[in-house]
């Protein structure tokens, strides 16, 4: 396994991470199994967007005895009601999801607390304006998350986000195909068909200057969806 430094985090991560898709399977029984090959083979990071009560207590019973052995990257916002997820900009609301995710997850704190899924402008400043990013701040300083992230399709908003100086960590869905094409606030564009039914060229200019960006600034990225 290779390793790289995570932006100006600190945190030497695994070129390889794990996303929790697979957690659910075979009524949670994989996450161990993942945790186990993951440990075998040298990945120590994993994101963890996954609201399900379920889910988030077998990957905390999965890190027993070996939570320093990874990195977890898991997100605010990302909320269980009624039995089923619910991404929330509610401030009570994300301090009981988080609350119950720690619980869960066996944990007194988070490498990277991830802001859940902003694809709109108009959502990035309901962020910064309406208490979740103060909440995440409010985490950091009391060392329950080590780092603030977001998690974004678009690269107007995590560019936004980026320029702000408070996100340390991106998620984005970066992949040869997605970044040919335009900023949208409908994730279901970028891997909508009929997009790449014409001539595609050259990188996306505002997916190339988001990554440049974050070079510059030394925030790092996760990716997700590259294999989309």
């Given at each position: 396994m290779n390793y790289r430094m995570l932006g100006n985090t600190g945190l030497n991560v695994s070129e390889i991470g794990m996303g929790c898709?697979?957690?659910?399977?075979?009524?949670?029984?994989?996450?161990?199994?993942?945790?186990?090959?993951?440990?075998?083979?040298?990945?120590?990071?994993?994101?963890?967007?996954?609201?399900?009560?379920?889910?988030r207590k077998a990957v905390g019973e999965a890190l027993i005895g070996r939570r320093e052995k990874f990195y977890i990257q898991s997100h605010i916002c990302s909320v269980w009601q009624n039995g089923q997820y619910k991404r929330t900009r509610n401030v009570a609301e994300a301090k009981a999801g988080f609350e119950e995710m720690m619980q869960l997850l066996q944990t007194d704190y988070l490498d990277v607390g991830m802001i859940h899924y902003c694809d709109a402008l108009s959502d990035w400043e309901e962020i910064e304006q309406g208490g979740v990013l103060?909440?995440?701040?409010?985490?950091?300083?009391?060392?329950?998350?080590?780092?603030i992230g977001l998690?974004?399709?678009?690269?107007?908003?995590?560019?936004?986000?980026?320029?702000?100086?408070?996100?340390?960590?991106?998620?984005?869905?970066?992949?040869?195909?997605?970044d040919?094409?335009?900023?949208?606030?409908?994730?279901?564009?970028i891997?909508?068909?009929?997009?790449?039914?014409?001539?595609?060229?050259?990188?996306?200019?505002?997916?190339?200057?988001?990554?440049?960006?974050?070079?510059r600034l030394g925030v790092g990225i996760t990716v997700m969806k590259c294999f989309g």
């Open positions: 898709e697979g957690f659910a399977e075979k009524d949670c029984a994989m996450a161990k199994e993942l945790f186990d090959a993951a440990e075998r083979h040298g990945v120590n990071y994993f994101d963890l967007y996954a609201s399900n009560p379920a889910v103060a909440y995440a701040k409010e985490l950091k300083r009391e060392g329950r998350i080590r780092h998690s974004s399709h678009n690269p107007q908003v995590a560019q936004r986000a980026v320029e702000s100086g408070a996100v340390e960590v991106l998620m984005f869905s970066v992949n040869p195909c997605y040919l094409q335009p900023a949208s606030e409908d994730v279901e564009e891997w909508a068909a009929k997009n790449y039914e014409g001539r595609l060229t050259n990188m996306d200019p505002e997916r190339q200057r988001l990554y440049e960006t974050c070079q």
